[in-house]
């Protein structure tokens, strides 16, 4: 009898505690109180953005909501991520990201099922997505990766001495300015001399497309005699693949950057052939639509705090040598060797990175599994979607302090709590072209503080607000236009330069 009595306890007991195990995280009611399509209403209209207002608002450690049948985990704190960095084949950022670059740029299932070959929880063998990871950390881990950082300072330097100087009556819109130049730095580094951004279409093209990702990925659900129709961003994108394609196909890429030359034969071994140039239009997309807005929000910190700028320009001349030409002219060389030492610029460009931040990171869960420890653990189930909310990490003050909601340009000159920033990405999805990325914005903004003086038409710098709806960047450009006048420091003849 008390066998029977202890055994009965025993099995009740292990009951209890695989409820325990399987206990999924919260549910949480849609905005819009409408019964199964309200959070999908939700997401119409705020986007991706969406997830981002569950998560600042919740701080939550894992909540869920459902949508078609669907769940989407959401993470608002980062009490949860040691346990999320510890499984990157089970939620796996790399199978989501497949998935997503395929329907953006609108590659054939043989393309696709290439890509993300070998990326579950439980296969083996190597990856195209992984290879190339490796082949471009190789390459930026190398000499050959500082050259090019070397070569991104040059092409800014080569910029700004033919850069046409705004009149200094004119008002400018600062951000559309920060496009054209940065995204000509940019493409430029990547594609060399014969870069197809530079044609005003393809530039143009571009903008659009980034801002109507979600719009391109929607479409592949439907037929594209009608989406054609329907969504000028696919026009858009087929124009860019069109200028890419010519490009590789004349053999321009040899003049490229060594990473474009790299990926090359990979998509070429593993691709269909008319997928090459859309994949090489979607490391585009990767690459510009982030820098971009980061480069915009830099030069709108620093040159709306005077401190901040002094701060600056103070560091950028500590490693700046002038001579007098023969013609009488100030030649200006900074010294790229020691633009870190210029701390407190790389720091503002990672705290716009957190500061600024609207993105959000996104793994599928490949199979089923327990995450967390204590009152939080969560059973996630096989087939979901879990969102980092990365506004929220950000945004906590019990991890970043009581400023987490305001921009403090020297916060990375100290240490900064590792997993709640998400700037640049964490473990497995962290940013291979983290240092490069920063490379070219410090080398733009050092000549740009020391060149120009910027003044809002306003007369006092205004929030510009941002539209974070975006999926394409993890920082989002403004939603006002930042008017400006731009007027230069000294004599026109005067310019600024890298020593190398």
């Known amino acids: 009898m008390i066998v029977s009595l ?105 393309s ?28 930026l881990n190398s000499k050959t990766g500082a050259d090019m950082n070397y070569d991104a300072a040059r ?21 559309e300015w920060v496009k054209h130049e940065i995204l000509y730095v940019l493409s430029e580094s990547t594609y060399g001399p014969e870069n197809p951004f530079w044609d005003s279409e393809v530039e143009a093209a571009f903008w659009y497309v980034t801002q109507h990702t979600l719009a391109l990925c929607v479409t592949s659900f439907l037929p594209k005699c009608i989406v054609s129709k329907l969504f000028q961003g696919m026009r858009g994108r087929e124009f860019i693949v069109k200028a890419l394609d ?3 196909r004349s053999g321009h890429l040899v003049r490229g950057s060594p990473i474009v030359n790299a990926h090359y034969p990979i998509f070429k071994a593993k691709l269909d052939d008319r997928d090459v140039a859309r994949f090489e239009c979607a490391s585009a997309l990767g690459s510009f639509a982030n820098t971009v807005p980061t480069s915009f929000w830099t030069i709108f910190h620093i040159f709306a705090d005077a401190n901040l700028l002094t701060d600056v320009r103070n560091q950028v001349s500590a490693i700046t040598t002038t001579v007098t030409s023969e013609d009488g002219r100030s030649i200006h060389r900074i010294d790229l060797r020691r633009l870190r030492t210029a701390t407190i610029l790389f720091s503002a460009v990672e705290e716009v990175s957190r500061y600024r931040a609207t993105g959000i990171g996104v793994r599928l869960v490949t199979e089923n599994i327990v995450v ?3 009152d939080n653990r969560y059973y996630l189930k096989k087939g979901g979607w879990l969102i980092i909310a990365n506004q929220a990490l950000h945004s906590d003050k019990n991890v970043w302090g009581k400023d987490a ?20 990405g964490n473990g497995a999805s962290a940013c291979c072209g983290k240092n490069l990325a920063l490379y070219h914005i410090a080398s ?24 974070g709806r975006d999926t394409a960047a ?5 939603v006002h236009k930042p008017m400006v006048r731009m007027t230069l420091r000294e004599d026109v003849k005067a310019t600024w330069d890298f020593s190398f």
């Open 372 to 374: 967390g420890d204590g």
């Open 155 to 175: 092409i800014v330097s080569e910029r700004f001495k033919t850069m046409e100087t705004p009149n200094p009556g004119v008002e400018l819109n600062l951000f």
């Open 246 to 248: 010519e490009y590789l």
């Open 112 to 139: 696709l099922g290439n890509f993300e070959a070998n990326l579950g929880a439980t296969t083996e063998g190597d990856s195209m997505l992984l290879e190339g990871v490796r082949t471009t950390k190789r390459i």
């Open 474 to 478: 993890q920082v989002a450009g403004p």
């Open 444 to 467: 733009f903004m050092a000549i740009m503080v020391m060149r120009y003086d910027i003044s809002p038409v306003e007369g006092v710098w205004k929030e510009p607000e941002q539209d």
């Open 405 to 424: 909601d305001k921009f403090v340009a020297s916060r990375f000159n100290e240490k900064t709590p590792h997993l709640s920033f998400r700037g640049f």
């Open 6 to 110: 202890t055994s009965c306890i025993l099995v009740i007991g292990r009951f209890v505690r695989s409820q325990d195990r399987l206990r999924e995280p919260p549910c949480v009611p849609p905005s819009i109180p409408i019964p199964h399509i309200g959070h999908l209403i939700g997401i119409m209209k705020r986007r991706m953005q969406y997830f981002s207002d569950i998560g600042v608002t919740l701080q939550e450690p894992i909540a869920k909501i459902s949508i078609l049948g669907t769940n989407f985990y959401i993470i608002g704190s980062v009490k949860i991520m040691p346990f999320i960095e510890r499984q990157p084949r089970v939620l796996s950022s790399r199978s989501w990201f497949a998935k997503f670059v395929c329907t953006l740029v609108g590659c054939s299932k043989r």
